[in-house]
């Protein structure tokens, strides 16, 4: 099992975009892709459109992305968040840290 | 940044790199990509390390610990290289298997790990197990502690200010009446913290949520076919590992992250959460019972045997944990601290507390090292340690149960006498002025203060309050043992007719009587506790045992929020006059008079400064008085005093009020004898000397 990961600019965001299930299997071709990509410069979208469940391992890693953009001063948005994964980072307190926009063209246009 | 030598592996077993671990901690903690085990035992001539991949039959990999790993009587090794997400692990210890002697060691069964923070197995409630075919049922897993508190503290709030509401995180909101999106859970009760601050409580007390099995002992009822449950869960698995199968996400195994949540949430509401723990025994049961984690470690360390080997039953559910070994002693102090430290816990109640003061004989000590432990420890320097202070082996310890300045109690003594009184049974007043003081009869001698009494007039154990007002006996067939389980002191009374009725006088005194016991029990000083939905008037059908029962009888039945509204509002009303008033949460026996001087507190009768004592007196008032601090002072007064006129009689009576310093004047707030209008919500002036007390009623006066 393999991540398929993208990354594009798109109105001043950079988009991540992430196809798979990221688990504990997966979750260091996350990690080794944000460590090489993530532009600390720019805002960040990470599209999860694609990322039918998310682990525990998963969602830690999303909220050590939140503290590394928030240390680099940048915003950080996840897009299509899938309802099943929202919900357990809602009920396991992941989700306030989150931006939540349903597609790429939701975002404001300055990050 | 250099590498540390010891993230490396030193050798290899099965294809598994290793290095000899670290004796402590105990259990499996983190180290540079790896995880180190350690476990104990005193017997054991060696160790296996058995790894899972998550909820699989067949081991990957065994991996025995080498003899020179060994340190002392503790095995220990790192292991490099494991997937620890979708790791379930567990020890085969091989050693002496000689039950007369206390020794059960044996290799073929695969044990939990006793520190385990996690444990897997039964993910969601009610999923039946396959016990022919499960090979490892309690499943030890590894979690990650390290929750974002953001800044969170557990609240420290005075145990004399603490109002503790007690309940069940599954029945709390399982009924579909609920409405929550996540019924039955850790979430599930974060939805309702909204009800429970407009309750105004400032603690919840969670019965346990320790990793239990529901299905333990588990079986049909011999009528009826329903299928019975461990539904309270007074059965421990596992000491470190909050119940899976309360969170909606046990099955992806993030319980721990949810029920940190919770805890967060309701502190950032200003409730402290109390743990019902439950140290008295495990779920190993006796001789015939399952052997998964101590009985194979360590038999005769953590469990208090006889001199041929049979298990001690002190707690009357078949083994007995030997509390005060010193290595169990540990292992208890650990567990607390370690709920204490990495979930933010207030507070814990213990589960028949006065097994924890027994020697590993079984004989009551006089000076308990545990106990001694417990209340001098650092870690748990700010949390409420709280008794209930009997066993089921005899031993009953209200007022004695040995305190070291730290520990209160469940006041069995309260309950009972206040359940006495409420029904009218003659010679309770002397009583009732003791309960309502915070028992000085119990407490004052040693030195002890009225917060010792956790004050309550139902909890779990027994009849709900609707119940007991509508009860002069336990109905408890549906536990399917004939009705011969549960206590049969309940100092009940039905008002009138048995369970269920349409009679109009019948159902107004019943409601009447549920105002009654919470007024009593509100304005009491000390700690006051009720029971889940008892603020709605639940009802469990005569049923004071339902600790199998997982079905609307036992979950909260939310539709009663609105059908007996008066009720819930009149409770909430209570709880804020008491927050609002000093006088009734003084936590000293020995308070100087006020300002004004009037006495601390004073008891009266229909003529006030004379209380009628006599057995057959039914008429009781008591004035509380303090100074209000400056920062709760009005303007109009600095003098806070409530007066509590009760009459438990069968006619009303007229009672002479107390005359008060020219600058105060009584105000009337509640009076159960109007149930049009029982709380006011702008308190009523009064300028006649004297107020007419209904029957069975209780008016609460204020300056």
């Given at each position: ?6 990354s ?8 991540i975009?992430v ?6 299997k997966?979750v260091?071709?996350?990690r080794d ?7 600390s ?11 039918p469940?998310?682990s525990?391992?998963g969602?830690?890693?999303l ?12 915003s ?24 939540v ?9 300055t990050? | 940044m ?11 077993i ?20 790896g ?13 296996t ?8 039959q067949?081991?990957f990999?065994?991996i025995?610990i ?6 002392g ?7 490099f290289?494991?997937?620890y ?37 039964r993910d ?35 145990p ?5 509401y ?25 939805e ?9 409580i ?20 011999p ?6 449950y461990n ?8 000491f470190?590992?909050?119940k ?8 992806f ?7 940190k ?13 109390l ?15 399952p ?17 041929e ?10 083994n007995t ?28 109640r ?5 097994i924890?003061?027994?020697d590993?004989?079984?004989a009551p ?8 432990s417990?209340?001098?420890?650092p870690?748990l ?23 070291f ?14 359940r ?10 002397g ?9 000085p ?11 010792t009494?956790i ?5 779990h ?5 609707a ?17 011969r ?22 159902l ?15 304005t ?22 339902a600790?199998?029962?997982?079905s ?15 009720l ?13 008033h000093?006088s009734?949460?003084v ?6 008079p006020?300002?004004?001087?009037l ?8 003529h ?8 057959d ?22 003098a ?9 009689a069968?006619y ?13 004047q ?25 107020l007419?007390?209904?029957e ?8």
């Amino acid at each position: 099992m393999t991540l398929e990961i993208s990354s594009s600019l798109e109105q001043g965001w950079q988009i991540i975009t992430v196809k798979g299930q990221v688990d504990s299997k997966t979750v260091n071709e996350l990690r080794d892709y944000l460590e090489k990509e993530f532009k600390s410069a720019l805002p960040l979208g990470l599209d999860l459109t694609d990322v039918p469940f998310m682990s525990s391992a998963g969602l830690r890693t999303l909220l050590t992305l939140y503290r590394q953009t928030q240390s680099s001063g940048v915003s950080l948005a996840l897009i299509g968040l899938r309802p099943v994964i929202a919900d357990t980072m809602k009920v396991t307190g992941f989700y306030q840290y989150f931006t939540v926009h349903a597609s790429a063209a939701d975002l404001p246009a300055t990050g | 940044m250099i590498d540390r030598i010891d993230s490396l592996p030193t050798s290899e077993i099965n294809g598994y790199k290793v290095r000899p671990g670290k004796p402590l901690p105990f259990g499996v903690s983190h180290v540079p990509d790896g995880l180190n085990f350690s476990v104990y035992s005193s017997v054991g001539h060696s160790c296996t390390v058995v790894l899972f991949n998550r909820g699989e039959q067949i081991p990957f990999a065994e991996i025995e610990i080498p003899e020179e790993y060994r340190i002392g009587s503790v095995f220990c090794i790192i292991i490099f290289g494991l997937d620890y997400e979708q790791l379930d692990y567990g020890f085969r210890v091989d050693g002496p298997n000689d039950p007369a002697l206390g020794h059960r060691c044996d290799p073929s069964k695969i044990l939990m790990d006793p520190y385990a923070r996690t444990i897997s197995g039964r993910d969601v409630w009610g999923v039946a197990p396959d016990w022919a075919n499960e090979l490892y049922h309690y499943r030890s897993r590894v979690s990650f502690d390290d929750f974002d508190w953001e800044g969170d503290t557990p609240l420290k709030i005075p145990p004399e200010d603490l109002v503790i509401y007690e309940t069940h995180v599954r029945g709390f909101t399982r009924s579909e009446s609920s409405q929550v999106a996540h019924p039955g859970t850790y979430a599930g009760l974060a939805e309702k913290i909204p009800y429970l601050k407009r309750l105004g409580i400032n603690a919840i007390e969670l019965m346990p949520i320790f990793e239990f099995d529901e299905f333990e002992n588990s079986r049909a009822h011999p009528e009826t076919g329903e299928l019975l449950y461990n539904y309270w869960g007074y059965s421990t698995l596992g000491f470190f590992a909050p119940k899976a199968a309360f969170a909606s996400t046990g099955r992806f195994g993030m319980q721990v992250d949810e029920f940190k949540q919770l805890i967060k949430q309701l502190h950032a509401n200003g409730i402290e959460v109390l743990l019902d723990v439950v140290f008295n025994h495990t779920a190993e049961g006796n001789e015939q019972g399952p052997t998964f984690c101590f009985k194979g470690l360590d038999n005769k360390i953590y469990y208090m045997l006889t001199p041929e080997g049979y298990y001690f039953n002190f707690s009357g559910t078949g083994n007995t944990l030997n509390c005060n070994n010193p290595i169990v002693r540990s292992l208890v102090l650990d567990c607390l601290r370690y709920w204490a430290a990495e979930y933010h816990v207030d507070g814990f109640r213990f589960d028949l507390a006065s097994i924890l003061g027994r020697d590993p004989w079984g004989a009551p000590l006089s000076n308990p090292p545990l106990l001694e432990s417990l209340a001098f420890d650092p870690i748990l320097s700010n949390c409420k340690l709280i008794a209930e202070a009997w066993d089921a082996g005899g031993l009953y310890q209200v007022g004695s149960f040995p305190a070291f300045g730290r520990w209160a109690e469940w006041n069995g003594i309260y309950r009972d006498s206040m359940r006495r009184f409420l029904k009218g049974d003659s010679g309770q007043v002397g009583k009732v002025a003791q309960c309502v003081q915070g028992s000085p009869n119990l407490y004052r001698a040693s030195g002890r203060s009225p917060a010792t009494s956790i004050n309550f007039i139902t909890c779990h154990d027994g009849f709900t309050l609707a119940d007991l007002v509508s009860f002069n006996q336990k109905h408890n067939e549906a536990n399917g043992e004939g009705n011969r389980d549960g206590g049969n002191d309940n100092h009940s009374w039905n008002c009138g007719a048995e369970g269920w009725t349409e009679d109009p006088a019948i159902l107004t005194l019943r409601k009447k009587q549920m105002m009654n016991a919470f007024s009593l029990l509100i304005t009491s000083r000390g700690i006051p506790m009720f029971v889940m939905g008892d603020e709605a008037g639940r009802s469990q059908h005569g049923n004071n045992n339902a600790y199998c029962i997982d079905s609307e009888l036992s979950w909260f039945d939310w539709s009663l929020v609105e059908a007996n509204a008066a009720l819930v509002n009149f409770v909430s009303e209570l709880v804020q006059f008491r927050l609002q008033h000093p006088s009734l949460r003084v936590n000293r026996f020995d308070a100087d008079p006020i300002s004004h001087g009037l006495p601390s507190s004073s008891f009266h009768g229909t003529h006030p400064w004379s209380p009628n004592w006599s057995d057959d007196s039914r008429q009781l008032a008591w004035m509380f008085a303090a100074d209000m601090d400056a920062a709760s002072a009005s303007t109009a007064s600095t003098a806070d005093v409530v007066y509590v006129m009760a009459n438990m009689a069968h006619y009303p009576v007229w009672y002479e009020l107390p005359s008060l310093p020219p600058s105060l004047q009584w105000k009337l707030k509640f009076n159960t004898g109007d149930l049009q209008s029982p709380v006011q919500h702008v308190p009523l002036a009064l300028t006649d000397p004297s107020l007419l007390v209904g029957e069975r009623s209780v008016i609460i006066l204020t300056v």
